[in-house]
Nanobody, 115 residues
Framework: QVQLVESGGGLVQAGGSLRLSCAAS????????MAWYRQAPGKQRELVAT???????NYLDSVKGRFTISRDNAKYAVYLQMNSLKSEDTAVYYC?????????WGQGTQVTVSS
């Protein structure tokens, strides 16, 4: 059973940085898009960033210039480097992967940014 294991969340001061990591527990054949979503309490889950196998990326407007998504295809892993963090970035962050008919969500990792 494929699972996405997330790490790197925690508490950080505004203006600081965090790096989130996510890796599949087993090989994912035909893996295509990997992404990060986030959800704050009482709010809709939103797409933060996506990355294709060849490295094409897209970002939520509010994180452009601050966040960078990357991946390691050999490790079936995706990362989110978050710089210049703001209090409004506080949310549970979810890893997502799809391809070859498989869609998998991580369980989420909490990111809290203090003012």
């Amino acid at each position: 059973q494929v699972q996405l294991v997330e790490s790197g969340g925690g508490l950080v001061q505004a203006g600081g940085s965090l790096r989130l990591s996510c890796a599949a527990s087993t090989i994912m054949f035909g893996l295509n898009v990997m992404a990060w979503y986030r959800q704050a309490p009482g709010k809709q889950r939103e797409l933060v960033a996506t990355i294709t196998t060849n490295g094409y990326t897209n970002y939520l407007d509010s994180v452009k210039g601050r966040f960078t998504i990357s991946r390691d295809n050999a490790k079936y892993a995706v990362y989110l480097q978050m710089n210049s963090l703001k209090s409004e970035d506080t949310a549970v962050y979810y890893c997502y992967a799809e391809g070859g008919g498989v869609r998998v969500w991580g369980q989420g990792t909490q990111v809290t940014v203090s003012s």
